[in-house]
């Protein structure tokens, strides 16, 4: 296992047009969350997963932005119409948890990066 | 809503000195409690938590924190920076939600230089 991974790792697109980010958690963990992260802040929580159920949904997250994760394996996070405003980091995190379960240690990708010019 | 405060986006010690770095919490239900680490270029990387077990909690490459109920801190420290230290640190508190699953909220990050 190689830990979590992220692609692309760098992401350079023009205003309006589509990308779509990957990630790949460690195979057994059910928990997947995406956060985004901009100069001088830290990591905000856009969504998360249990398995194959998005059962969060951050106000960050405009009806541009689409995430999936078929069959609570990989991940995938859409955004369409880029901005340039959507130039930021895109974190993926993964973490094997029960129901209630607020300890575990979440494992981060390193990343994709998005800049829209 | 639960929240973390870093106090000072910047913190610079000369190698061999006292690493402190601040973090206050705010949570309406006995928090857990995480510093992590993130390299350039890396990911973000868990140097320890806090679980309600012990309140000084040892976690990698020599940092430890000490969580403070009266005053809902859990301060970052190393007792002789190195070099390798050298990155971005954040804190982040987690609890539970009516979802049942673990929330996890980050606080703004402190960049540790250290100077030889």
């Known amino acids: 296992d190689t830990g979590v991974s992220q692609d692309p790792r760098h992401k350079i697109t023009k205003r309006g047009q589509n990308v779509t980010f990957r990630c790949d958690p460690i195979?057994?963990?059910?928990?997947l969350y995406w956060y985004r992260q901009t100069l001088g802040q830290g990591p905000e929580f856009l969504t998360y997963f249990q398995n194959e159920a998005q059962l969060e949904k951050s106000r960050l997250l405009s009806d541009r932005f689409s995430a999936e994760r078929p069959k609570g394996s990989f991940s995938t996070l859409e955004i369409q119409r880029t901005e340039q405003g959507d130039s930021a980091m895109y974190l993926c995190a993964s973490s094997l948890g029960r129901t209630g379960e607020a300890t575990g240690e979440l494992f981060f990708g390193e990343g994709s990066r998005l800049t829209v010019l | 809503a639960q929240s973390v405060t870093q106090l000072g986006s910047h913190v610079s010690v000369s190698e061999g000195a006292l690493v402190l770095l601040r973090c206050n919490y705010s949570s309406s239900v006995p928090p857990y409690l995480f510093w992590y680490v993130q390299y350039p270029n890396q990911g973000l990387q868990l140097l320890l938590k806090?679980?309600?077990?012990?309140?000084l909690v040892k976690g990698i490459n020599g940092f430890e924190a000490e969580f403070k109920k009266s005053e809902t801190s859990f301060h970052l420290t190393k007792p002789s920076a190195h070099m390798s230290d050298a990155a971005e640190y954040f804190c982040a508190v987690s609890e539970g939600n009516s979802g049942g699953y673990q929330k996890v909220t980050f606080g703004t990050g402190t960049k540790l230089q250290v100077i030889p």
């Open positions: 806090y679980t309600s077990a012990a309140t």
């Open positions: 195979s057994e963990h059910n928990r």
